[in-house]
């Protein structure tokens, strides 16, 4: 039987430090890479599923997963970034 290795979206959160006048420039400061990460701080929120391979493009493996009762989106396959057979 082959293994696949799979890349699964998920939603992180994680806690940066900035020093700034008020709460906007800290955001600004943030998406400016400006901010400091702050070790062991990301938190598992959820699995991301509005992002994930196309269905335009796998329609084969959207019918085998449907077949298998899997849900899949109008649009994507949620949450799966890639799938590859190592073996």
Do not use: W
Request: proline share 5%; net charge negative.
């Amino acid at each position: 039987m082959p293994l696949y290795e799979i890349e699964q979206y998920e939603i992180h959160a994680a806690t940066f430090q900035v020093e700034a006048k008020n709460e906007a420039e800290a955001i600004a400061k943030l998406f400016n890479g400006e901010a400091e990460f702050q070790d062991n701080s990301l938190d598992y929120v959820e699995t991301a599923e509005d992002v994930g391979l196309p269905v335009e493009e796998y329609r084969e493996l959207v019918a085998q997963l449907q077949k298998l009762g899997v849900t899949v989106g109008p649009d994507v396959i949620p949450s799966i970034r890639c799938i590859t057979e190592i073996g």
